[in-house]
């Protein structure tokens, strides 16, 4: 038997297990797809039947990675009507039918990647409907940080920042940085995948700054700040030693004033006492001399 003998049973031979199967086939080209959110992308499903394709049915369903629990319908082809799932509507669309089952997905969403699974069968043909599956990863810098802080920013309290992001794949890394006076790195503890936290202990004048939150992965960089202020009460040192020196002076300024009135005192009474000798002095002088004018007559 010839080479082209050869062929044509071996064409035979796949065609009658075909028909015997009585199933559709599917393959799916590629098993894993990365794309950019916001961007488009083609998910793959080719099939082969032996069958007429007017009661064709392709099923797409997609089990989501935020929620593995819940799978939900993307598109469906059924006897050429086109049905869109609401959160798909306007974005989903099938690229080459009825040859090909094969979706393009526009304007992607971080919440599309996941599990997707292309189903197609074709009555009369009898078995169970052709699957596939493939994973897409949708990539997104991460959105805009929101930076907060709690605790006590007077002189000797504790105070944490904490740093959050909502979106970002890869998982964003979280850098806590104080930029003022020097620029310095700090230890950031994880409290989940998006969210970095810092904490300060027994703050002082030295904490006071700008600090700023950066979340990073390898499509793009996004920051948010906190302006920390730290009260500490003013040094009352020099109003004591005002208070003390002002005291010092009011006494001595009153034991001055004493001194000054115990002088004046004493100076009051010295002056009496001699004013009062005076006199007597001068009594003894007029009593006594009439006497003596007296005797000199006799």
């Known amino acids: 038997m010839g080479c082209t003998g050869w062929r044509l049973l071996w064409l035979a031979c796949w065609v009658s297990t075909f028909l015997q199967c009585g199933a559709v086939r599917v393959m799916v080209r590629e098993s894993g797809l990365e794309v950019v959110r916001g961007d488009s992308v083609t998910l793959p499903c080719s099939f082969f039947t032996m069958m007429p394709l007017f009661r064709l049915s392709i099923i797409w369903t997609l089990t989501p990675v935020s929620d593995p629990d819940s799978p ?32 393009i997905l526009n304007s992607t969403w971080v919440s599309d990647a996941g599990v997707y699974r292309c189903v197609v069968s074709n009555p009369p043909e009898t078995g169970d409907p052709g699957i596939g ?32 992001v909502v979106e970002g794949f890869p998982t964003p890394q979280v850098i806590w940085e104080k930029l003022e006076p020097d620029k310095t790195t700090l230890p950031v503890n994880m409290d989940d995948d998006m969210t970095g936290s810092v904490h300060i ?26 302006n920390l202020s730290v009260y500490t009460p003013p040094d009352n040192s020099p109003g004591i030693l005002q208070g003390v020196m002002l005291s010092l002076s009011m006494a001595l300024l009153l034991l001055v004033l004493m001194v000054l009135v115990l002088w004046l005192h004493r ?3 010295e002056s009496k006492w001699k004013i009062s000798h005076e006199d007597d002095d001068c009594y003894n002088e007029i009593k006594y001399t009439p006497s003596l004018i007296k005797r000199s007559f006799v």
Do not use: K
């Not at 050429?80 to 306007?90: K, L």
């Open 72 to 103: 939900t319908q993307v598109i469906v082809y059924d006897q050429g009507q086109v049905i869109e799932s609401p959160s798909f509507m306007g974005r989903v669309g099938f690229a080459g039918m009825p040859w090909s089952a094969d979706i």
């Open 133 to 164: 599956e493939l994973s897409l990863t949708v990539l997104a810098p991460p959105s805009l940080p929101v930076c907060l802080w709690e605790g006590d920013t007077d002189a000797g309290g504790n105070v944490r920042l904490s740093c959050g």
């Open 201 to 226: 202990a027994n703050v002082s004048a030295q904490t006071s700054g700008l600090y700023r939150c950066s979340v990073t992965n390898p499509l793009g960089t996004q920051h948010c700040y906190i």
């Open 267 to 269: 100076s009051a009474r």
